[in-house]
């Protein structure tokens, strides 16, 4: 994994998050937004953050139990850093984190990236999964014809319908029947590349240790009743931002219009922008102003908030536990890793 292409996709992610900045902010007067940060509940702030922090808890669990073929008994500290780790460096280059999450916990446990690299892919289809289902959960539950309210978003439900559906179907094959699912793909492309053919191979293989942890009946359970929680605590963290502003939201402010910005925000943060910059902000704007109503003002104050607690609490997080982990780590005589070092041979 070449730095230019890291340094390279930055640049479009920041070109990305100012587009969507300008639309979120391009007719917003700050000077009305302030008063609203001067009232704000702080109880509320805090009850925002521990539950955003407590459904990291819960993926941490989720990702044990998919790295559990791999890695029986992983430290879920170690799990948990690396995992926040992963989500502070998104904040800054987006997917580059993915990588430094697999690298630091298989250092850390003394297992294979690759292997670490794969249960990451899993991890992200099966949000795929959720955040479908959750958007279709949505569109249920709102009063009028979402389609017509939001344009954009038929169109975006088909494309993630159809890739959400195929990587169902890629999901059963790949655990069912292992090598054999895409060793003909391999022999097709070994004709044109034989160096693209060990990729992709390597690729496979990645993903088929990571898919076995869900092929027992047990973990595959305990998989989804923790997506089930992870979505309910996002569903119940967006409503406690309500809370945090003790006006039109916190009157008007729904758990089911909560689960609704939940949802459709989600979408902001697919996009690859550092953190969900720019789209976060103009997505939620746009629901809360445009689907419910509320003012344009106390949606920016929303917006803001919100996203500044989650963008700033993964780095915070991601820094407190990195240094108590190579605390840790020293006191015992282990080995201490860097972003650096950690990264070196990191490509295999």
């Known amino acids: 994994m070449k730095i230019k292409k890291h340094i390279f996709n930055w640049i479009f992610s920041v070109i990305i998050a100012v587009f969507f900045f300008t639309i979120a902010f391009k007719n917003v007067d700050f000077d009305e937004i302030l008063p609203y940060f001067s009232k704000i509940d702080y109880l ?10 407590f459904t990291n808890i819960i993926r941490t669990f989720r990702w044990k139990v998919i790295i559990s073929s791999v890695k029986e008994n992983s430290s ?11 989500y502070g460096v998104n904040s800054i280059v987006p997917r580059l984190g993915e990588f430094y999450r697999a690298f630091f916990l298989a250092k850390w446990e003394n297992i294979s990236r690759g292997a670490m690299f794969g249960t990451v892919i899993v991890e992200r289809i099966i949000d795929l999964i959720a955040l479908f289902l959750s958007v279709l959960l949505s569109i249920y539950l709102y009063d009028g014809n979402i389609y017509i309210d ?18 169902t179907l890629f999901i059963i094959v790949l655990v069912v029947a292992g ?23 390597s690729l496979f293989e990645k993903l088929v240790t990571g898919f076995s942890s ?20 996002y569903g119940l963290t967006s409503y406690a931002g309500f809370m945090i502003f003790p006006s039109e939201l916190a009157n008007g402010g729904t758990m089911k219009i909560a689960w609704i910005l939940m949802t459709i925000s989600a979408l902001g943060i697919v996009i690859p922008t550092p953190g ?3 789209s976060y902000h103009a997505i939620v704007i746009f629901v809360l102003s445009t689907l419910f109503n509320f003012s344009e003002e106390i949606s920016v104050a929303y917006a803001i908030l919100t996203h500044a607690v989650s963008y700033f609490g993964f780095i915070i ?32």
């Not at 879920?76 to 995992?83: H, I, P, Q, R, V």
Request: hydrophobic share 50%.
């Open 179 to 201: 090598e054999r699912s895409y060793s003909f793909i391999i022999i097709l492309i070994r004709r044109y590349s034989p160096t693209f053919a060990q990729q992709t191979e």
């Open 214 to 233: 869900i092929n027992g009946k047990q973990n595959f359970i305990y998989v989804i009743i923790y997506t089930i929680m992870i979505m309910f605590f």
């Open 276 to 278: 969900g910059l720019g």
């Open 76 to 86: 879920f500290l170690n799990l948990f850093t690396s995992m926040m780790i992963g």
């Open 44 to 53: 509320y702030l805090v009850i925002f953050f521990m539950l955003y922090f």
């Open 150 to 167: 939001i344009p954009w978003l038929k169109t975006a439900l088909i494309w993630t319908g159809t890739l959400t559906l195929t990587l």
């Open 317 to 348: 997080i991601a820094i407190i536990s990195y240094i108590f982990v190579n605390i840790h780590r020293k006191k015992n005589n282990l080995p201490i890793y860097n972003f650096w070092s950690v990264w070196k041979n990191g490509d295999e």
